[in-house]
């Protein structure tokens, strides 16, 4: 059996880790550099990601260049999975994020130190001018969801929403502000 010691030899025992430290992270930088995103949000106080045939409803948001979602206020039921069908409204491209304000905000100064960044996780989506993306959601926790449009500026310009989870069996749709008609309809009882 041949033994093998760095015990004599402390420059080759610090080349050796040095050359390990750099073999382990230049994937990871590499990564960070080209402007990936991936993430986990497993044990999340935000919620999970949803199976769309469990989804209960599909809700409709529009991202404008007023710097706006619209509607910016969702209400769904704690347990609820929802479609978000997101739509790019304007010229320049837009995302919706959703997260606790920690989140949002950790993750917005990553976007200010890589422009780039293009996101690769359930809970968030980019969507170029014209365009719809989708975002399948299960809300597991009552409380509030923030969202946001974390291309930068865009926060400061008060591209932010919430969605309000409703705990229990209560039925959160009860708080929300009723739809828009279209325009010309008549209201009636």
């Given at each position: 059996?041949?033994?093998?010691?760095?015990?004599?030899?402390?420059?080759?025992?610090?080349?050796?880790?040095?050359?390990?430290?750099?073999?382990?992270?230049?994937?990871?930088?590499?990564?960070?550099?080209?402007?990936?995103?991936?993430?986990?949000?497993?044990?999340?106080?935000?919620?999970?990601?949803?199976?769309?045939?469990?989804?209960s409803r599909t809700v409709d948001v529009d991202m404008t260049d007023?710097?706006?979602?619209?509607?910016?206020?969702?209400?769904?039921?704690?347990?609820?999975?929802?479609?978000?069908?997101?739509?790019?409204?304007?010229?320049?491209?837009?995302?919706?994020?959703?997260?606790?304000?920690?989140?949002?905000?950790?993750?917005?100064?990553?976007?200010?130190?890589?422009?780039?960044?293009?996101?690769?996780?359930?809970?968030?989506?980019?969507?170029?001018?014209?365009?719809?993306?989708?975002?399948?959601?299960?809300?597991?926790?009552?409380?509030?969801?923030d969202f946001a449009c974390l291309q930068p500026g865009?926060?400061?310009?008060?591209?932010?929403?919430?969605?309000?989870?409703?705990?229990?069996?209560?039925?959160?749709?009860?708080?929300?502000?009723?739809?828009?008609?279209?325009?010309?309809?008549?209201?009636?009882?």
């Open positions: 059996m041949t033994h093998f010691s760095l015990s004599g030899c402390p420059h080759t025992a610090t080349k050796l880790a040095l050359a390990m430290l750099i073999i382990t992270t230049i994937p990871m930088s590499t990564a960070w550099a080209a402007g990936e995103h991936r993430g986990s949000h497993a044990e999340s106080p935000i919620g999970q990601p949803g199976v769309a045939a469990q989804a007023a710097m706006r979602f619209q509607p910016a206020r969702l209400d769904v039921r704690q347990g609820e999975t929802l479609r978000l069908r997101v739509r790019n409204a304007g010229q320049i491209k837009h995302e919706l994020v959703l997260g606790t304000q920690a989140e949002l905000k950790a993750h917005y100064e990553q976007m200010k130190r890589f422009p780039g960044m293009e996101h690769e996780d359930p809970s968030m989506v980019s969507v170029a001018p014209g365009q719809i993306g989708e975002i399948v959601w299960k809300f597991t926790e009552a409380g509030t969801v865009h926060v400061e310009a008060g591209m932010v929403g919430q969605v309000a989870v409703a705990g229990g069996a209560g039925d959160a749709r009860k708080n929300s502000t009723p739809p828009a008609r279209p325009a010309g309809a008549a209201h009636r009882h």
